[in-house]
């Protein structure tokens, strides 16, 4: 077994006995909230949200990104959870505006196994041939963190299985100060008919 592995198990032992009422606890969000953010290691949603477990949903994606399948979860959390706000939550230097769609398509072109960051950009340490598929994919990178927010308020408040009057709040967390700075241009088109 991984050392990685036996340390989850562990871990999950320690919890699991601690449990307590945990397992009582309703299917719907306590809060009625959702949080879409980065899958970033760096952000922890239930402490910058002040959230316990049960008290909302939480969509995390590859910058935080409104993609199709993040906004299927928004939906389901409203449709059959019943949650009756949102929050889309971006951050500083997050990794997506390290790269765009050219350069992740060729590395994977080039190898699957883990690229590098050089001062010179991402390269691949061993060139095996990988495959041409991630030009197929929009990998949603972006150069500024306001403006991808913005954008993904505008996406999802316009997405036709998206009530109107639920709203949606932009912000961008700091990773070096644990502050939330709401973009308010992205609050607006956020804000409910």
């Not at 308020?153 to 700075?181: A, M």
């Amino acid at each position: 077994m991984s050392k990685i592995k036996t340390e989850i198990l562990q871990a999950n032992q320690r919890y699991a006995a601690e449990f307590g009422d945990k397992g009582s606890l309703a299917l719907p969000p306590a809060r009625r909230f959702a949080v879409l953010t980065c899958m970033d290691a760096r952000l922890d949603p239930a402490k910058y949200a002040g959230l316990a477990e049960g008290d909302a949903h939480v969509i995390r994606n590859a910058g935080g990104r409104a993609s199709d399948d993040a906004i299927r979860s928004l939906v389901i959390s409203h449709k059959l959870l019943g949650t009756v706000e949102w929050f889309v939550v971006h951050h500083t230097d997050c990794g997506m505006a390290l790269f765009d769609q050219e350069t992740m398509a060729s590395l994977l072109e080039g190898s699957l196994h883990t690229a590098e960051l050089t001062s010179e950009g991402w390269r691949n340490p061993v060139q095996d041939g990988g495959s041409p598929e991630g030009r197929f994919v929009n990998w949603l990178t972006f150069r500024d963190e306001a403006s991808s927010v913005v954008d993904d308020v505008r996406r999802i408040r316009s997405h036709p299985l998206v009530p109107k009057d639920i709203p949606i709040h932009g912000f961008v967390y700091d990773v070096r100060t644990g502050r939330l700075i709401e973009v308010p241009e992205a609050t607006e088109a956020g804000r409910p008919a």
